[in-house]
């Protein structure tokens, strides 16, 4: 499944506190963006206003052609969008396969066993390196398996919009890397794709636009090639030189 993305001057924000401020951009659908931008310029309060879990305060978002600004998450979540966020993404004590199984009801309820399994062997197939982990408590998993397993609960509920907030953080140069593989991988099944990376290369590595948001506007669109080659990367990180 897939489904375009279009956010039209998003404003959003806390206790009626606006963070995010009239933001708009398009994912088309199998399209990926990555988000960069410092600390604190509302990354995640605008992933979260995606969601479904921070109030839209005005503009429209629509997900697949529907107008979503209006749902809860819930009902998000049942017109094919996922997410992992930031932190605490998975539940550590419970068993990875617990954790999958928790994904394939958050949608489907306890019903359908079958195709539950199914579903679950299709998501192994992109993630081998939890696959013999089933059993294994998810909190005991390494920081790159955790994130994976994450990751794999989120694509049970077989969504056509993935969102990820920063999949790397935490994780050694190698593990993020290795997990960006499996980024790319999931990318090929044609889900559309809307993520923040702190690691900037690596973000932009597996997407085909990137966006820099800094306190809560975006600063600078631009193809990810180019960022990727013309920018000044740190100064694109830390928001400074940038066209207005
Ligand atoms: N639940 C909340 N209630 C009130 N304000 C919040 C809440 N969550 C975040 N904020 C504020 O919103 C602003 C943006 O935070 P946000 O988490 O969106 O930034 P971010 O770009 O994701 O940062 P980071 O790179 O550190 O993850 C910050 O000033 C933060 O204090
Ligand atoms: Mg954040």
Do not use: C
């Amino acid at each position: 499944m897939t489904a375009p993305l279009i956010l039209h001057d998003v404003t959003a924000g806390y206790h009626g506190k606006a963070i995010v401020h009239g933001v708009s951009l398009d994912i088309p659908a199998g399209g990926a963006l990555t988000v960069i931008g410092p600390n604190g310029s509302g990354k995640s309060t605008l992933l979260k206003s995606v969601v479904g879990l921070v109030p839209l305060m005005s503009g429209r978002q629509q997900l697949g052609g529907r107008e979503i600004g209006a749902l809860d998450a819930p009902a998000r979540t049942r017109l094919g969008l996922a997410y992992v966020p930031q932190e605490r993404n998975v539940f550590p004590n419970l068993s990875v396969a617990d954790n999958l199984r928790l994904g394939w009801e958050a949608l489907h309820g306890r019903g359908d066993r079958a195709k539950a399994t199914q579903r679950r062997d299709a998501v192994l197939e992109l993630f081998p390196e939890i696959a013999d982990r089933l059993a294994t408590p998810a909190g005991l998993l390494s920081g790159g398996q955790r994130q994976m397993a994450a990751m794999a609960a989120a694509l049970m509920q077989n969504p056509s919009l993935l969102v990820l907030d920063e999949p790397s953080a935490g994780l050694s140069p190698r593990n993020a890397s290795l997990l960006f593989d499996r980024i790319a991988d999931i990318r090929k099944t044609g889900i559309t794709l809307l993520m923040i990376e702190q690691n900037v290369r690596l973000g932009l590595r597996v997407a085909d636009h990137g966006v820099v948001l800094v306190n809560g506007e975006i600063r600078l669109r631009a193809s990810a090639p180019h960022l990727l080659h013309e920018a000044d990367l740190p100064a694109l990180f830390f928001g400074h030189a940038l066209p207005t």
